[in-house]
């Protein structure tokens, strides 16, 4: 136990509701609370240092406390914080991360991936004038009422795989807002357009992660990104991607390496720089919504208090011109290596396990056929406890993973993290077969 935030958590729980702010940063017996960071290594109120993999839910691209970002913040601090003015570094930033893909016409930005998927809905709806969306089962979209449905449903709940339930994560969701949600099995082609077809008049955009988190780090098929590009076009509809995590992979985003191209495109986390961020981009015809035509009110009104802060700008643009072409097939160079070595750990260990992801990102798996949907992925509660095993031995070993054991690489890292990470790995699986009583060996070893 680590008393220090032990003490600080007992005094949270006097002030803030469940005692945190977030609910990833819960785990038993407390929370961590860290002291500082510095490139890519954390140090916590005892004093303990580890290397951080987790990199604030992937929003660090370059760790922690980076000189030029650093350097970008204080100066615009002295500056100023927020004005109810324009900067001329909004414009800067725009302009950069527009020159980044192809698919990008104009921008808009807002505090948080949950506001840049928010806004690409709202702008779905206000270009097509039609009211529902179509999202993937399983798939994380932030804390916005439409793309919650069906984000953690289960097997009592989510239906037929062919057509997936609208399940409501949050007690109390509208009944409207289900029946406004198509729910699609992910990397099912067939599947997905023939949900889509039951409602091809009504649906505003389809809504997709190329790789999402909570479907296991899966990267989405080139048929079915392609049959739901085809589909949007078709019935005048949108393709909407969420890269609010995997636009870390390139230079432009995931979207790079697909054909297909999206309408709009949802950004957030290492956009940022390490500060609070979220960016809606897309083609122009599209991104009009946002605009007054012939001095018309728009069809989207669209304000934030804290949106473009320069702060955050300042942040974001050092950060990115950092995260070059160069920057970005060395890192994904590293995940080759890092994704590896965890599978040269795992075949040691004798531990049924796999691993995913592409690029900077890797999840592991405890149990050796890694998923290919969120049905595949769903754990059982055996699975669940062995996870939290693997996660806190991680932890004991140097290592700060993401809750559901996925990692994410930053710049400051090398073959020497990895290597680490490697090692922390081997000694958490063997941990899991010693700590867990026999009949949940035998229970996650038969997970294949």
């Known amino acids: 136990m680590s008393h220090r935030s032990a003490e600080l958590f007992l005094q949270a729980q006097e002030f803030l509701a469940g005692g945190v702010s977030r609910n990833t940063l819960l785990r038993q017996p407390h929370p961590f609370y860290v002291e500082s960071g510095n490139g890519c290594r954390v140090v916590d109120v005892d004093g303990i240092e580890r290397i951080d993999f987790a990199n604030n839910m992937a929003s660090l691209i370059h760790g922690h406390a980076h000189p030029a970002i650093v350097e970008a913040v204080s100066a615009q601090v002295k500056r100023g914080t927020a004005f109810t003015m324009a900067t001329e570094v909004e414009i800067d930033y725009a302009r950069h991360l527009c020159g980044r893909s192809a698919s990008f016409d104009k921008l808009r930005f807002v ?45 009592q709940n989510w239906g037929h795989a062919d057509r997936p339930v609208s399940v409501p994560l949050a007690v109390g969701t509208p009944e409207g807002i289900l029946r406004d949600v198509v729910v699609l099995p992910f990397n099912d082609p067939e599947a997905a357009i023939d949900a889509l077809n039951e409602d091809r008049d009504e649906i505003a955009c389809v809504l997709l992660d ?33 890269e609010v995590i995997t636009f870390r992979t390139e230079v432009g985003g995931m979207q790079a390496r697909y054909e297909a191209s999206p309408d709009l495109t949802a950004m957030g986390k290492m956009i ?16 009009k919504v946002f605009s007054s035509q012939g001095g018309s009110p728009p069809r989207l009104p669209h304000s934030g208090t804290f949106s473009a802060n320069p702060l955050t700008m300042a942040a974001g643009l050092a950060a990115m011109q950092l995260f070059d072409a160069e920057a970005a097939a060395r890192l994904n160079r590293l995940g080759e290596v890092a994704r590896a070595r965890i599978e040269e750990a795992i075949a040691v260990s004798g531990v049924p396990a796999s691993v995913t992801g592409t690029g900077s990102m890797f999840r592991i798996h405890l149990r050796s056929t890694p998923p290919r949907d969120y049905r595949s992925l769903f754990p059982s509660s055996e699975e669940a406890q062995a996870m939290r095993v693997f996660i806190d031995g991680l932890y004991d070993a140097g290592v700060v ?25 081997l000694t958490s699986l063997r941990t899991v077969t010693a700590r867990l009583p026999a009949s949940r060996n035998s229970s996650v070893a038969s997970r294949q």
């Open 401 to 425: 993973p993401i809750h559901s054991g996925t990692g994410t690489l930053s710049t400051p890292m090398g073959e020497a993290e990895v290597d680490a990470l490697a090692e922390a790995v």
């Open 210 to 242: 190329l790789m999402p988190h909570r479907i296991g780090l899966v990267p989405a098929d080139d048929a079915y990104v392609q049959a739901l590009r085809e589909w949007t076009l078709e019935n005048g509809a949108l393709l909407v991607f969420d």
């Open 272 to 287: 940022g720089g390490g500060l609070p961020v979220g960016a809606l981009a897309g083609r122009d015809e599209v991104m």
């Open 111 to 155: 505090n948080s991936g949950t506001e840049a998927v928010m806004a690409a809905l709202k702008a779905a709806r206000a270009f097509t004038g039609r009211a529902r969306i179509a999202k993937a089962e399983g798939a994380y979209h932030g804390a916005y009422d439409y793309a919650e449905v069906s984000q953690a449903p289960g097997p």
